[in-house]
C-alpha cells in the first residue's frame, strides 16, 4: 500500500535551534514530493522536489530528497516561535491516479 | 485574492441534514482535488476531477458523498444525511496539468462539525 511516513510526530525546541524533519515513502510512479506548513487554516506550500541530491532552500527552510533511500527532509534553521506548526510532506503519484498522499504531518513547536 | 477559495467557512450541522460546500479554484488550474482532515491527521484524498470529468474516488467516500465540477470551474460537495464521524476539515485543492509534478494549492477549508 502507498504510504507517507513523517517522524517524529512531534518536536518542541526552543528559539534559535535547528530543526530536521523527516518524511519517508513508499509510493509506486513517484513523481515528485511536496512539503507544507499548516497553521490553523489550510496547508500552504513550501517547497517541491522532484530530483535526488538538489536542496531547495527559502531563508531559514530548505529541504531535500534522496529518491534512491525514498526520504526526504526538511531543515529549519535559527527556529523562530513563527515556525510552530504542522509539517506536512506529500508525495505526487503517476500512473492511472494522479492525487498527493499526506504524511501525518510533524507538529513542531517553537518556545521563546 | 486568486488564490483557491471555499465557502462556507465553518458549517454546523445536525445530524441526519445534507450539507453541501463550494471551491472555487485558482481560475487557469483544469484539476481540482478535495480532500478531508481530522484532527492529527494529514489530509485523506476523497476525490479529484480534470475539468469537468472525476477521474478519481477514494474508498472514503461513501454513497452519501457525491462531488460535481459541471463546468470544469467551480466544485461542490455535497454530503447527505450527516453522520457525527462526517465531523473534519474539508478542504479544496486546485493544481495545473503537470508532467512532472506541480504545486497543488490550497483553499482555507470548510471546517463541518455534525451535532
Known amino acids: 500500500e502507498d504510504k507517507v511516513v513523517q517522524s517524529p510526530l512531534s518536536l518542541v525546541v526552543h528559539e534559535g535551534d535547528t530543526v530536521t524533519l523527516n518524511c519517508s515513502y513508499e509510493v509506486t510512479n513517484f513523481r515528485s514530493l511536496l512539503w507544507y506548513k499548516q497553521e490553523k487554516k489550510a496547508p500552504t506550500f513550501l517547497f517541491m522536489l522532484t530530483s535526488s541530491g538538489i536542496e531547495k532552500k527559502s531563508g531559514r527552510l530548505s529541504s531535500i530528497l534522496d529518491k534512491k533511500e525514498l526520504f526526504s527532509i526538511l531543515n529549519i534553521t535559527a527556529t523562530q516561535t513563527g515556525d510552530s506548526a504542522v509539517y506536512l510532506c506529500?508525495?505526487?503519484?503517476?500512473?492511472?491516479?494522479?492525487?498527493?498522499?499526506f504524511g501525518t504531518g510533524t507538529l513542531l513547536a517553537v518556545q521563546p | 485574492d486568486t488564490g483557491v477559495s471555499q465557502d462556507p467557512r465553518h458549517k454546523i450541522t445536525k445530524r441526519g441534514q445534507n450539507v453541501t460546500f463550494r471551491c472555487d479554484p485558482i481560475?487557469?488550474?483544469?484539476?481540482l482535488y478535495w480532500y478531508r482532515q481530522t484532527l492529527g491527521q494529514g489530509p485523506e484524498f476523497l476525490t479529484y476531477?480534470?475539468?469537468?470529468?472525476?477521474?478519481?474516488k477514494s474508498r472514503l467516500l461513501s454513497d452519501r458523498f457525491s462531488a460535481e465540477r459541471p463546468k470544469g470551474s467551480f466544485s461542490t460537495l455535497e454530503i447527505q444525511r450527516t453522520e457525527q464521524g462526517d465531523s473534519a476539515m474539508y478542504l479544496c485543492?486546485?493544481?495545473?496539468?503537470?508532467?512532472?509534478?506541480?504545486?497543488?494549492?490550497f483553499g482555507q477549508g470548510t471546517r463541518l462539525t455534525v451535532v
Open positions: 506529500a508525495v505526487w503519484y503517476g500512473g492511472a491516479t494522479n492525487k498527493l498522499i
Open positions: 481560475s487557469e488550474h483544469n484539476r
Open positions: 485543492a486546485s493544481s495545473l496539468d503537470w508532467v512532472r509534478g506541480t504545486e497543488a494549492f
Open positions: 476531477f480534470q475539468n469537468e470529468a472525476q477521474l478519481e
